[in-house]
Nanobody, 120 residues
Framework: VQLQASGGGLVQSGGSLRLSCVASGTIFSIKAMGWYRQTPGQERELVAS???????RYADSVKGRFAISRDDAKKMVYLEMNNLRPEDSAVYYC???????????????WGPGTQVTVSS
């Protein structure tokens, strides 16, 4: 299973970006999907997650500005980021908990990361 993210880039403060992440390979189903971010010297932190039933969870710092969604048919997860701030600058990683077959417990897979830079 491989994940590939896209949509990062440079944006001015107050601007918007949309991140996308697609999974490929042997996939029976995908449980949770999420986005994490990391800055140099800091631990990777959860930005947003979405469960199979659509339940979402957000870091307090992004509530009301970011929205996560998923398309199971396309094996994709999205992160709509609005009103971006310089402190949102980080490498963003997508994560998907994938069942490769019906009896699989599931395993976490990570994308390679996409850089988001917000200028002030």
């Amino acid at each position: 299973v491989q994940l590939q993210a896209s949509g990062g880039g440079l944006v001015q403060s107050g601007g918007s970006l949309r991140l996308s992440c697609v999974a490929s390979g042997t996939i029976f189903s995908i449980k949770a999907m999420g986005w994490y971010r990391q800055t140099p010297g800091q631990e990777r932190e959860l930005v947003a997650s979405i469960a199979t039933g659509g339940q979402t969870r957000y870091a307090d710092s992004v509530k009301g500005r970011f929205a996560i969604s998923r398309d199971d048919a396309k094996k994709m997860v999205y992160l709509e980021m609005n009103n971006l701030r310089p402190e949102d600058s980080a490498v963003y990683y997508c994560n998907q908990l994938v069942m490769r077959w019906a009896t699989d417990w599931g395993r976490n897979y990570w994308g390679p990361g996409t850089q988001v830079t917000v200028s002030s």
